[in-house]
């Protein structure tokens, strides 16, 4: 009997991570993504980058040991939040991913919309009430909010993919034509 092995690029575990980041750290949730808001400027990236991986306060390397001081982690990890965006297409092809979503699953991309009024708003203050009032146990949310950043990560990385080759195979027939 063999075991089934699955494989995720690591591309769209990059995408998958900065989606989360996002639906966890930002203020607006995911709606700079559905168009609904604008994207954070590179303060409030840092906030929520700032929040995520900050967890103690850093006191440098200990001992005089080596290590790279947690100020500089977060700038960099800010700066790789863009760079991934841009990496594959910019915000209007994630854009395009999300509203494609919205269109195909609007069910579930308004659960996505709205999950960032949990704890936040007299409408979700838990997630206990957000799942109750959109018909859900909580596990069945938190299973589908996974599989649906998943989704959208594989399809940003799909179209990502998909217009790379094109591009080359048009690159590659201009050159045929002007030999």
């Known amino acids: ?3 089934k092995v699955s494989y995720i690029p690591k591309e769209v575990l990059r995408i998958e991570d900065i989606i989360w980041l996002f639906a966890e750290y930002c203020p607006t949730g995911l709606a700079c993504f559905f168009g609904d808001a604008d994207m954070p400027d590179m303060e409030e990236m840092a906030a ?4 995520k ?3 103690a306060e850093d006191i440098g390397p200990v001992d005089g040991g080596k290590g790279t001081p947690q100020q500089q982690i977060i700038v960099e990890t800010g700066e790789s939040v863009v760079n991934v965006i841009a990496s594959v297409g910019g915000l209007d092809a994630i854009r395009r991913v999300f509203f494609l979503y919205g269109e195909e699953f609007p069910h579930n ?3 996505l919309r709205e999950m960032d009024y949990i704890g936040r708003s007299f409408r979700y203050p838990s997630i ?3 799942a109750f009032k959109h018909h859900l146990t909580e596990k069945q949310f938190y299973r589908k909010r996974r599989k649906a950043l998943l989704e ?4 940003i990385y799909r179209r990502y993919k998909m217009s790379e080759k ?3 195979k048009v690159s590659e027939i201009m050159s045929e034509k002007m030999a």
């Open 1 to 3: 009997m063999s075991k």
């Open 48 to 51: 929520m980058v700032l929040a």
């Open 53 to 55: 991986y900050a967890t």
């Open 109 to 111: 991309a308004q659960l």
């Open 128 to 130: 206990e009430v957000f």
């Open 152 to 155: 959208i990560s594989w399809e």
């Open 166 to 168: 094109m591009s080359e």
